[in-house]
């Protein structure tokens, strides 16, 4: 079941986390309070959503039939980055809530460092996520992974 439940909730933290630092230099840029509000709260949500996708994505993991050598070392660079990615965006999530401005004044650059490097690692390890599914067809079933058939008709074209 989390196998399933991984995909669903993977794609929430990748879309909050990735539009919450642009949220924040634009409202810094614009000083517009409510852009940083919104970076504030996309953070915090894409973070819990992120630990949700590791907590699912090991069980994923439980749950993967036999697969290729390669698939096997890009799903340990794929778990290892998401380690990563959690111990990155989590203490940052914890000081946006922890602080009472939309945006931290102290310190506001190693916000952002963190929060942008968060982004990065959260793109390269969503890319590996997508090689792991559509390259190596790790989690689809044998049928899945087959040689798809070509009708007749359309190979005399």
């Known amino acids: 079941m989390s196998g399933e439940l991984h995909p669903f909730v993977l794609h929430f933290a990748v879309g909050l986390l990735l539009t919450a630092p642009i949220c924040d230099v ?3 840029v614009l000083r517009r309070e ?3 509000f919104a970076g504030r709260w996309m953070t915090v949500t894409g973070t819990i959503a992120a630990v949700m996708s590791f ?3 090991l069980g994923a993991e439980a749950s993967l039939g036999p697969h290729s050598a390669a698939g096997e070392a890009l799903l ?3 778990k290892a980055l998401g380690i ?3 111990l990155v965006w989590l203490p940052v999530a914890v000081w946006r ?3 009472k401005l939309p945006l931290p004044l102290k310190a506001r650059t190693i916000y952002l460092a963190a929060a942008f490097s968060g982004a990065v690692i959260l793109t390269v390890e969503t890319a590996l996520g997508g090689a792991l599914v559509y390259r190596h067809g790790v989690g689809l079933s044998p049928s899945a992974r087959a040689e798809p058939m070509v ?3 359309a190979r005399a074209r």
């Open 34 to 36: 409510p852009l940083l």
């Open 84 to 86: 990563v990615m959690v």
């Open 97 to 99: 809530v922890a602080s």
């Open 151 to 153: 009708p007749p008709t």
């Open 55 to 57: 907590i699912t994505g």
């Open 76 to 78: 340990h660079l794929h």
């Open 26 to 28: 634009l409202g810094l």
